[in-house]
């Protein structure tokens, strides 16, 4: 059986589609490639979709290198005959060499019968290993792989805090700081997440069989293997009982290597955190192009205005005995604030010391209300999609007004974000409803990333509108659960008319009109600031 490694793919299989608007760069890479590998017989193709859906891909079989084309942009956007080139498309250069180190490296093949975590361990340490033997040949290339980091690691490589998605990190990133493709500062909060879970002495441990793969010959196949076992057992899996790659628990919620993986790779693309989240956002998860668009209406408006009010008023009711401090009597003087106001007269400047101290009357300080509203966008719910379209906007805008933080998602065969926190749309998406539910894992986990609703210091609740017909239930309630015991409420509306599962730990109200489901949100949202 071939290496494994999801951009190096055995076997002859059948190129991909040449563009002619791609030629020159196909040719162009085809010449310089034996300058990278010192190998001969390789070619190169360039073209969009190219890679068999990885950024790029070598067939060692076929002897070809593929690369695709939308790391570059557009096929004027450089002149690959130039050497400086590279220089304007470094991210599909770098694919290029880390490609071409595998084409020189990879010379080793898994052996028949290896568990397929082994395997998969053996992939992730060949890749630091085919870079450190790149680097060590052509020092130049650092430059290069430095930029394909971003584009070879996914954001969910690590959708779980457990020992085996630890281990992968440390082996993707921590590997590539002893390979010197990346510095230690930039991956030092995800080296504390890694030690956070395994512990310095299980990393320590991991770092020896990585260090030991750089130094490893590149046909040297019974070493890669022996040093992937090395590995399982270290994170206390045995190949031979459980031979298949650990997969994710689907309930429960991602945590700090997420976080740190998220950090590490805005700060390597040049934005923020926020930047690169929003960036994410907008690629993963906008509205379908069959999704219309249209002004609000008047009652729209008026129940967007009603509802900021409700809100209002809920977080000023009930005044309680406070103190509020004056810049004129009546109260009790303050005297340091009364000897600064005295000072900044001297000064010349406008005094902003308070020196008095009234009682008054006052609202008590309400926590910043955290609403998400799931709605399920699957065939049988197709009453509910209008009203929860206009439900979105209407939150939305009464949230801007009133301090709160509302997001809005469908779920259905995919997850869509129809408004995000503290935006104030400007039109109203109308939802379609199609295929199924099957995506309602994500999209609670998306609620919690975008609204920190296991947070605490915040009010938060989540409001589901679904007949909960899911397809895993089990793990919906591993994460319903896990809402709740975070001090998350949890509101369930489901139809009157359509059988369904109910949840524990979930609010449950049945609902015979889908215009009602709106109603029943904002009592839900203003009841919990009545009562925070």
């Not at 930029?147 to 020992?163: F, K, M, R, W």
């Not at 109308?430 to 915040?458: C, W, Y």
């Not at 793990?475 to 139809?495: D, E, F, K, M, T």
Request: hydrophobic content about 40%; proline content about 9%.
């Amino acid at each position: 059986m071939p290496h494994p490694a999801t951009h190096q793919q055995p076997g002859h299989t059948t190129p991909a589609g040449g563009d002619p608007d791609w030629q020159a760069w196909s040719d162009a890479w085809t010449r310089h490639i034996p300058v990278l590998t010192g190998r001969t017989d390789l070619t190169v193709t360039v073209a969009p979709g190219a890679g068999g859906g990885a950024p790029a891909c070598f067939y060692p079989d076929s002897a070809r290198i593929e690369v695709d084309a939308t790391h570059i942009g557009a096929p004027d956007a450089a002149n690959p005959k130039r050497a400086g080139h590279k220089r304007l498309v470094p991210t599909a250069y770098g694919l290029l060499v880390h490609e071409a180190a595998h084409a020189a490296h990879s010379q080793w093949r898994t052996p028949p019968g290896t568990p397929p975590v082994v395997a998969a361990v053996a992939e992730v340490l060949e890749e630091s290993r085919i870079e450190y033997r790149q680097r060590s040949r052509r020092r130049g290339d650092r430059r290069w792989l430095r930029h394909t980091v971003t584009t070879l690691i996914s954001p969910g490589e690590a959708p779980v805090d457990d020992p085996w998605h630890a281990g992968h990190l440390a082996g993707l990133l921590l590997a590539r700081v002893d390979a010197r493709i990346i510095t230690a500062k930039d991956i030092r909060g995800v080296r504390a997440a890694v030690t956070a879970i395994l512990g310095r002495k299980r990393l320590l441990q991991l770092r020896d069989v990585w260090r030991q793969a750089h130094a490893t010959d590149d046909s040297d196949a019974d070493s890669m293997v022996d040093l992937a076992w090395r590995w399982c057992r270290i994170l206390g899996i045995d190949p031979r009982l459980q031979p298949q790659t650990p997969v994710p628990d689907p309930g429960l919620f991602a945590g700090r290597l997420a976080q740190a993986l998220t950090d590490y790779l805005a700060h390597a693309t040049g934005l923020t955190p926020a930047e690169y989240r929003a960036q994410q956002l907008t690629a993963r998860f906008s509205a379908p192009a069959t999704w219309s668009r249209r002004e609000p209406t008047d009652a729209e408006r008026a129940a967007a205005r009603h509802l900021a009010a409700r809100l209002r008023r809920a977080r000023t009711h009930q005044p309680e005995p406070d103190t509020r401090p004056s810049l004129i009597p009546p109260g009790r003087l303050r005297t340091r604030h009364a000897i600064t106001a005295q000072a900044q007269r001297a000064a010349g400047t406008i005094p902003t010391a308070t020196p008095w101290q009234q009682r008054a009357a006052m609202p008590p300080p309400k926590p910043t209300l955290h609403l998400g509203v799931i709605v399920d966008v699957s065939y049988s719910m197709h009453p509910y999609a209008g009203p929860m379209s206009s439900a979105g906007w209407i939150l939305a805008h009464a949230a801007r007004s009133s301090d709160a933080v509302t997001a809005t998602i469908a779920f259905g065969s995919d997850v869509t974000l129809l408004i995000g926190p503290r935006q104030r749309p400007t039109h109203v998406q109308d939802m379609n409803t199609f295929g199924g539910s099957s995506t309602f894992i994500d999209a609670v986990k998306l609620a919690d990333e975008l609204l920190h609703l296991r947070q605490p210091g915040r009010l938060r609740m989540l409001a589901v509108v679904s007949d909960g017909d899911l397809d895993d239930i089990p793990a919906a309630q591993r994460l319903v659960s896990a809402l709740h015991r975070a001090g998350c409420a949890v509101l369930w509306l489901r139809p009157a008319d359509l059988d369904g599962h109910t949840f524990t730990d979930a609010t449950t109200v049945l609902v015979a009109d889908p215009v009602q489901a709106t109603g029943h949100i904002a009592d839900a949202a203003v009841a919990a600031l009545e009562q925070a």
